[in-house]
T-cell receptor
Framework: DGGITQSPKYLFRKEGQNVTLSCEQNLNHDAMYWYRQDPGQGLRLIYYSQIVNDFQKGDIAEGYSVSREKKESFPLTVTSAQKNPTAFYLC??????????????FGPGTRLTVL | AQSVTQLGSHVSVSEGALVLLRCNYSSSVPPYLFWYVQYPNQGLQLLLKYTTGATLVKGINGFEAEFKKSETSFHLTKPSAHMSDAAEYFCAVFPRGNQFYFGTGTSLTVIP
């Protein structure tokens, strides 16, 4: 069964701690994305990666870091530098190439709460 | 510059009534267009998409959308609302080879 998994579903963090959110896909997609979702603001792009060992900053990358060492994995670290990290985080993947591809498929999300 | 505007952050319809969720976009190149649905505390699920060809696109759960280039619109419709349609709906554009741009979402309430 192909898809995207994110873990954990709920995550609690104390202020000043770094935390890493997991995203794994078995769709064999080259591109992966991290979004942050806040009420009334839609989805905002944090980082994206078009290929292994390469990634680019999105619109709100400050306070976040990523790695892309394997095609199927794109973990997101929320650092203590992120001022307001409480949000719902969504991971997505796509296969660039036009036409029926270039569609983003989403994982179930991780809700991060800073205590 | 690319942008997506969803008119109406909240829409309420009666069960059995027409659903119309509006989406307008601006893009420097002909984009691909998408509608996604999100249920509480879940990820986004693809409803339908337009890439090329027929401008009326049919999706899952009885939804459809029409691409109108002259109006730069991609409104989502469903003839008869069902209680299970209550969710958040997002319009998105993909200007070919670039990143996705999402609207701020429309929350649909279905009144019994």
């Amino acid at each position: 069964d192909g898809g995207i998994t994110q873990s954990p579903k709920y995550l609690f963090r104390k202020e000043g701690q770094n935390v890493t959110l997991s995203c794994e896909q078995n769709l064999n997609h080259d591109a992966m994305y991290w979004y942050r979702q806040d009420p009334g603001q839609g989805l905002r792009l944090i980082y994206y990666s078009q290929i292994v060992n390469d990634f680019q900053k999105g619109d709100i990358a400050e306070g976040y870091s990523v790695s892309r060492e394997k095609k199927e994995s794109f973990p997101l670290t929320v650092t203590s530098a992120q001022k307001n990290p409480t949000a719902f985080y969504l991971c997505a993947s796509s296969q660039p190439g036009g036409g029926s591809t270039d569609t983003q498929y989403f994982g179930p999300g991780t809700r991060l709460t800073v205590l | 510059a690319q942008s997506v505007t969803q008119l109406g952050s909240h829409v309420s319809v009666s069960e059995g009534a027409l659903v119309l969720l509006r989406c307008n976009y601006s893009s420097s190149v002909p984009p691909y267009l998408f509608w996604y649905v999100q249920y509480p505390n879940q990820g986004l699920q693809l409803l339908l998409k337009y890439t090329t060809g027929a401008t009326l696109v049919k999706g899952i759960n009885g939804f459809e959308a029409e691409f109108k280039k002259s109006e730069t619109s991609f409104h989502l419709t469903k003839p008869s609302a069902h209680m299970s349609d209550a969710a958040e709906y997002f319009c998105a554009v993909f200007p070919r080879g670039n990143q996705f741009y999402f609207g701020t979402g429309t929350s649909l309430t279905v009144i019994p």
